[in-house]
């Protein structure tokens, strides 16, 4: 059985402008577990409050998965991280050093004796703590193969019980990749007693093609994401390594438990949250994944799927558009149809969410799935509310400029003020920079709708910048003004948030 290990929520919130809050953790930690993954990737806990926090209530809140926080080969980093993950049901520490000669030289200024006693070192004071102990190699791809057996000899005779060989910059050839796991695992004494993960960016776009390459040679834990989100060109897609192992399982010969039908959902829900969509291509989850528009392909699709579908949508839990409540529905059915959908909500979430349901129920004819759940995303993305948008109005008509009022709240203080532009959105950003300074720049802007029909909820995703900073904002809503103003709020109140996180922990990782 091949171990699937998530870090979507620490390697992939990395990806930039996929940040994600606290509210937003939980909610993905809990479909992480309900898709049955054996492993997640919470956090790196000594990176800053924030972080040691949602590490923290994702390991009290998950029951069934491991629950890991990464640290450096730092006694200060392990402390923290199991301090985080001390009340998960299933803890684990992850410690990683550098291996390869360019980072040993140029990054921590060590020998390879130097590195050894560091790596034993990490692993022993984490196995005060917990008997699960990961230890990586970071850059291992660009290490030799009799240094990386000393390290990991060493640490296993230290305690390790998961051992990662990571392609940390993607440099690796799937070829090269097999016979690179295959050398470590036949020249580490010990390496037959623990787990071999592997930890594979996609930076030539071959992640998911080496961790099964690594499948092949013996390794028994995968490292990836949902999405392959992750930083650079992203991880291994989580979805594409568990498809592939399941359609060609006559390659593999091996499992997981991943609920494979959870995957959908796993997809969409991230997408909601971090507003990065997939391209429409992508496979197992994009929008095209099962189309077919060739009229050979539809004939003979039509007479026997498996023509052109090595998979079926149900198996990875694609369905269609479902109508679920109306503006006669009680807060009970939103609450059940809710937890159907794989949300957990407490009582001031749930009355949060009915009284926009009800609201959204009166304008529109139908609800779908889609719009519950873009009202649960609007409720956690909101989570820090620094700024509240109170009302807008606009005046646009041909030939002439648009005008558009904003009135925000901030705290106690509220603030009004007119912009005007080529259009309605284009006048409300020119208030919203008044409202927050001509130094915030918008970098990106695009409008999704939600559900289908004249009446479907809009999802507004935008990019803001702020110096070298960037932050990404999401705005739901079946008026494509509002919803853009709510983007660009909601974005504000994420700069407000993560700039806590960072003051919160001032030093670089």
Same mark, same amino acid.
């Given at each position: ?68 926080? $990464?640290?450096?080969?730092? *006694?200060?980093? %392990?402390?923290? =991280?199991?301090? &985080? !993950? /001390?009340? #998960? ?18 990054? $921590?200024?060590?020998?390879? *004796?130097?590195? %050894?006693?560091? =790596?034993?070192? &990490? !692993? /022993?004071? #984490? ?32 305690? &390790? ?349």
């Amino acid at each position: 059985m091949i171990k699937i290990f998530d870090t979507t929520l620490r390697d992939g919130e990395q990806s930039p402008g996929c940040s994600m809050n606290l509210n937003e953790k939980l909610q993905m930690a809990r479909q992480l577990e309900r898709m049955n993954v054996d492993i997640i990737e919470a956090g790196f806990a000594i990176s800053s409050k924030g972080d040691f926090e949602s590490v923290k209530r994702i390991a009290q809140t998950v029951e069934k998965p491991v629950v890991a926080s $990464l640290a450096r080969a730092l *006694e200060k980093d %392990i402390d923290a =991280a199991w301090r &985080a !993950v /001390k009340d #998960a049901n299933r803890p684990r520490i992850h410690t990683f050093l550098a291996t390869s000669p360019i980072h040993l030289q140029y990054k $921590l200024k060590m020998t390879e *004796e130097q590195a %050894i006693e560091r =790596a034993v070192a &990490a !692993v /022993k004071h #984490a196995k005060q703590y917990c008997h699960d102990v990961e230890f990586s190699a970071e850059d291992a791809t660009r290490s030799s193969v009799e240094f990386l057996a000393k390290v990991f000899e060493a640490v296993i005779e230290a305690g &390790a019980t998961v051992i990662n060989i990571p392609d940390t910059v993607g440099y690796a050839d799937p070829f090269e990749y097999y016979e690179f796991i295959k050398a470590v695992k036949e020249n580490t004494r010990g390496m037959e007693n623990v787990d071999i993960s592997v930890h594979c960016h996609n930076d030539l776009g071959l992640a998911v093609a080496n961790s099964l390459a690594a499948i092949r040679a013996g390794a028994t834990q995968v490292e990836c994401t949902v999405n392959g989100i992750g930083e650079r060109a992203g991880n291994a897609a989580m979805e594409e390594v568990v498809m592939g192992l399941k359609v060609r399982h006559d390659i593999y010969k091996v499992d997981t438990n991943i609920v494979t039908t959870e995957i959908m959902r796993s997809s969409n829900l991230l997408q909601t949250i971090t507003g990065a969509k997939v391209q429409a291509n992508k496979a197992i989850v994009g929008v095209n994944a099962f189309a077919h528009e060739s009229g050979i392909h539809q004939h003979g699709v039509l007479a026997n799927k498996e023509t052109y579908e090595i998979m079926t949508p149900e198996s990875v839990g694609l369905t269609k558009n479902n109508m679920v409540l109306g503006k006669h529905s009680g807060k009970h059915a939103l609450k059940d149809k809710l937890s159907d959908l794989g949300y957990t909500v407490t009582d001031e979430e749930l009355n949060s969410i009915f009284d926009r349901f009800k609201a959204l129920a009166d304008e529109k004819k139908i609800v779908y799935d889609q719009d519950l759940e873009a009202l649960v995303i609007r409720d956690m993305s909101n989570m820090i509310n620094e700024y509240e948008l109170v009302d807008y109005s606009t005046a646009t008509s041909e030939g002439k400029e648009s005008k558009t009022i904003i009135k925000i709240t901030k705290g106690d203080e509220v603030l009004e003020i007119v912009g005007s532009g080529k259009g309605p959105i284009d006048a409300a950003f020119d208030a919203l920079g008044k409202i927050f300074g001509s130094e915030i720049k918008l970098e990106d802007f695009s409008i999704y709708s939600v559900t289908k029909g004249k009446d479907a909820l809009g999802e507004t995703s935008l990019k803001l910048s702020k110096g070298e900073r960037t932050f990404t904002g999401k705005g739901i809503s079946n008026d494509i003004i509002k919803s853009s103003i709510l983007a660009y709020v909601n974005a504000m109140n994420h700069l407000e948030y993560f700039t806590e996180r960072i003051h919160a922990h001032g030093e670089e990782n």
